[in-house]
Nanobody, 122 residues
Framework: QLQLVESGGGLVQSGGSLRLSCLAS????????MGWFRQAPGKEREFVAR???????SYSDSVKGRFTISRDNAKSTVYLQMNELKPEDTATYFC????????????????WGQGTQVTVSS
C-alpha cells in the first residue's frame, strides 16, 4: 500500500502562489506516475498534472504555464507549484499514484490522498 498525505493548501488572493506537497509512505513510489487532481463542489474530479517516474510531465490546458509538478524521490515527495492563481482554481486538490501506466484519467490511479483545500479569492 502507498499512503499519500497532501499539505500546503490555504486561502490566497488572485494572482498569488501556493506550493502543495504530497508525502508518500508505505512503499517506494519511484516507479509510479504521480498525479495531481482537483475537485470543485458539484463538479467531477479533473486532471491537473502528472509526473512519470522517467521525468516526463504533463498538464491540463487550464494550468499549463502556471503550475509546475516536480518530485523529490529522496524525500518521497511530489510537489505542485501553483502560480498566478485564479478564482477558478478553487478546489480540493488530491495527490494520486498510478503504478501501471501514464494516464490523466483518475480511474487509472490506485492510491489517493485525503486532499487539501485551495481557495483563491478575487
Amino acid at each position: 500500500q502507498l499512503q499519500l498525505v497532501e499539505s500546503g493548501g490555504g486561502l490566497v488572493q488572485s494572482g498569488g502562489s501556493l506550493r502543495l506537497s504530497c508525502l508518500a509512505s508505505g512503499r517506494s513510489f519511484t516507479t509510479y506516475t504521480m498525479g495531481w487532481f482537483r475537485q470543485a463542489p458539484g463538479k467531477e474530479r479533473e486532471f491537473v498534472a502528472r509526473h512519470h517516474w522517467s521525468g516526463t510531465t504533463s498538464y491540463s490546458d487550464s494550468v499549463k504555464g502556471r503550475f509546475t509538478i516536480s518530485r523529490d524521490n529522496a524525500k518521497s515527495t511530489v510537489y505542485l507549484q501553483m502560480n498566478e492563481l485564479k478564482p477558478e482554481d478553487t478546489a480540493t486538490y488530491f495527490c494520486a499514484g498510478d503504478n501501471f501506466g501514464w494516464s490523466s484519467d483518475p480511474v487509472s490511479y490506485n492510491y489517493w490522498g485525503q486532499g487539501t483545500q485551495v481557495t483563491v479569492s478575487s
